[in-house]
């Protein structure tokens, strides 16, 4: 079992910028890739950014590139989703997953969410 507690959400203005921590405890799981999803009202949740832990790939949804960074901590066992230029359309829910791989990250362990709003 992993346990996964996500921090960091809050109120934002357009052009500001957030930082979402994930913390993750339990069975081993350096072996898993660690992500971000995101749900906004009356929409698909859909995955932000992952990152694989033992070599550090990282994959990024198109909306996102450029301003999202995911990063790890091995010693605080706790990934990062560093947000900057937030825009509105980047206000959603935000939940933190750890899968097997990347490709499969959804069908593995999920947080609680945390949101994010972001104000025009």
């Known amino acids: 079992q992993v346990q996964l507690i996500e921090s960091g959400g809050g109120l934002v203005q357009a052009g500001g910028s957030l930082r979402l921590s994930c913390a993750a405890s339990?069975?081993?799981?350096?072996?898993?890739?660690m992500g971000w999803f995101r749900q906004a009202p009356g929409k698909e949740r859909d995955i932000v950014a992952a990152?694989?832990?033992?070599?550090?790939?990282?994959y990024y949804a198109d909306s996102v590139k450029g301003r999202f960074t995911i990063s790890r901590d091995n010693a605080k066992n706790t990934v990062y989703l560093q947000m900057n230029s937030l825009k509105p359309e980047d206000t959603a829910v935000y939940y933190c997953?750890?899968?097997?791989?990347?490709?499969?990250?959804?069908?593995?362990?999920w947080g609680q969410g945390t949101q994010v709003t972001v104000s025009s």
């Open positions: 990152i694989r832990w033992s070599t550090g790939n990282t």
């Open positions: 339990g069975r081993t799981f350096r072996s898993y890739a």
């Open positions: 997953v750890a899968g097997n791989t990347i490709a499969t990250i959804s069908s593995g362990y």
